[in-house]
């Protein structure tokens, strides 16, 4: 399927590794001109090489924090007038919530809820005046089930997503969509960080919690970070204007619930 991208612009955040890396390779492989922003310069360049080289398409990128208002403003002056915006900033570290002090909880704020509203704030007229424009925001599956573990994401994630809903109807008047995308367990660091604290916390070994993990699992796996980009791609394309306001949900089935 010719999902109508080739040409458009889009600033994907987080792209260096993981699965804003798979946003970005799934986009510049349907011909978009796209920028990649994390903070690591060398990893980050490395990662602008390997998409271009797979795809036949320029990438650029900015090393730059994008939790801060230095950093937005250098992403945007790199690429001022994206059509495709994907927010993406790394979760917030698990623990007590107990022993997290009120800075914790800005700083959790600033990367998972406020970041991505900013970004927003600066590109949604642009898309607007051309009528088009996609925003995917990577959330989390805690959205939709919290992980005990990791209270700072649930909180922020969910206050995004609250955002969201509202202006999400007042855009796709003007084929400007704003979706979430939310992520269960995915081969990235992020998760071995995870179960590397979970191991601590239990004291048991790293793989025993992911085999664990594994069996219970429904797909009796866990995510490829492909899947997801595709998932992004899809969503980014001139054929999913009717979607708004969603949060897809790719957890292999481990959330229970219908709805």
Avoid at 129 to 138: H, S, W
Avoid at 187 to 194: I, Q
Avoid at 218 to 247: D, K, M, V, W
Wanted: include cysteine; proline fraction near 5%; charge should be neutral.
């Amino acid at each position: 399927m010719d999902l109508g991208l080739r040409g458009r612009r889009a600033l994907v955040c987080g792209a260096s590794k993981g699965l804003g890396r798979a946003c970005a390779a799934a986009l510049a492989a349907e011909g978009v001109l796209v920028t990649i922003v994390a903070r690591g310069e060398e990893e980050l360049r490395l990662a602008a090489h390997d998409i271009g080289c797979s795809s036949g398409m320029p990438v650029g990128y900015v090393a730059c924090d994008i939790t801060t208002e230095h950093g937005r403003s250098a992403a945007l002056a790199s690429l001022p007038h994206p059509d495709i915006l994907v927010t993406n900033a790394g979760g917030p570290p698990p623990g007590d919530f107990r022993d997290w002090s009120r800075d914790d909880w800005l700083a959790a704020l600033d990367a998972n809820m406020l970041a991505p509203i900013a970004l927003i704030r600066s590109t949604l007229d642009g898309m607007i005046n051309r009528r088009f424009g996609r925003v995917l925001n990577i959330t989390s599956a805690a959205v939709k089930a919290p992980i005990g573990e990791l209270g700072l994401s649930n909180g922020a994630r969910s206050g995004l997503t609250g955002f969201v809903a509202g202006l999400a109807r007042t855009a796709v008047r003007h084929n400007v969509t704003i979706n979430n995308l939310l992520p269960g367990y995915f081969e990235t660091d992020r998760l071995k960080a995870l179960f590397d604290a979970r191991a601590r916390q239990a004291d048991i070994a790293p793989e025993a919690g992911r085999e664990d993990e594994l069996a219970q699992a429904p797909a009796r796996r866990f995510g490829q970070p492909t899947e997801f980009g595709a998932a992004c791609a899809f969503l980014a394309s001139a054929h999913a204007g009717y979607i708004t306001g969603q949060n897809l949900l790719m957890d292999g089935g481990a959330y229970p619930g219908t709805f």
